[in-house]
């Protein structure tokens, strides 16, 4: 039987591939105010803006590639039980060819009712105002929103507890509840934190191996890890 590899993934795997990470460095998302875009109430007070902000991220998405570091995690499925928790909103995993992804933060490729959360689309081109679902409700982007649950936190807590490895890449580990998924680890399976700026993680028991290197570095480095310990 395979052992269960976890990755938790983040914005910092992505952003090798051109996609912007979430902050810009003076708090900005792509020239925005995050509080404006990415909020039930920037959605209230301002729908074109929020609309014309995720039509933009969707079209990038169809300009950019998944990179090597996206491309061995999906081969690592060949000797191990790979569960991708991601924190990104791109497809990019699933372009690599992974097939077992959890997206904590919703899906830039996917749409939802306004009314009913479970009614989710598959949706590649732009979102307008009069998109509507069967019932007439206005439809929108299918991303978990700051102040907003987390629907696939459950599911995420479910895997982490099963996990021989656990590995976080491109993550600064700031952002909950995503960031707290490490504490429910089981006791003493080894953890790997790939990252050129790794934050510190604290109250934790676990073996920890810290690898400070990008992703396109930091995953080839991680599998010939793994492979010499099975």
Partial sequence: MKKKLVILSGAGISAESGIKTFRDSDGLWEGHNVMDVATPEGWRNNQELVLDFYNQRRRQLHEVQPNLGHKILAELENDFEVHI?????????????????????????????????????????????????????????????????????????????????FVIVGTSMQVYPAAGLVEFTPPNIPIYYIDPNPATIRNLSNPLEIIPMNATEGVPFLREKLMKRE
């Fill in 85 to 165: 928790i991601t924190q990104n909103v791109d497809n990019l995993h699933e372009q690599a060819g992974s097939s077992k992804v959890l997206h904590l933060h919703g899906e830039l490729f996917k749409v939802r009712s306004t009314k009913e959360e479970n009614y989710i689309l598959d949706w590649k081109t732009d979102l307008k105002t009069g998109d509507l679902d069967a019932n007439g409700f206005q439809l929108r982007p299918h991303i978990v929103w700051f102040g907003e649950d987390v629907p696939a936190l459950e599911e995420a807590l479910a895997i982490t507890q099963q996990a021989d490895y």
